[in-house]
């Protein structure tokens, strides 16, 4: 199930644990965010699985990845310039097309 929303798309899975994405942020959000002063995390190409233990928030500085989420039959696709927020408690499977460089970091209140 998609839905639109004022910053991207969110796609749903059979527990409603949604991933949002953020396409095309402007310089001002990215500072708003503090987003280059997070951790930097990358990967070759390949899939895996995770189960986030807690929310994470990434902005892809490259790369090209569909996630495929636990119980819903669509995935969700997200690059460069893409910021996305995985909820805490969701399972997915990462399938990485392009080498991915992000900056990432976790909410461990949620």
């Not at 965010?33 to 929310?55: E, M, N, R, V």
């Not at 995935?75 to 990432?104: I, N, Q, R």
């Amino acid at each position: 199930m998609a839905k639109s929303s004022k910053h991207g798309a969110t796609e749903t899975d059979a527990r409603s644990l949604a991933i949002t994405v953020e396409r095309n942020l402007p310089e001002s959000r990215l500072q708003q965010l503090g987003i280059k002063s997070w951790p930097k995390w990358g990967c070759p190409p390949g899939k895996f699985p995770l189960k986030y233990d807690a929310q994470e928030t990434c902005y892809l500085l490259k790369g090209k990845v569909k996630v495929y989420t636990k119980g819903c039959p669509e995935c969700m696709e997200f690059g460069a310039g893409d910021l996305a927020v995985f909820p805490k408690g969701l399972s997915c499977t990462w399938d990485v097309s392009v080498a991915v460089d992000k900056h990432y970091k976790f909410d461990t209140s949620s």
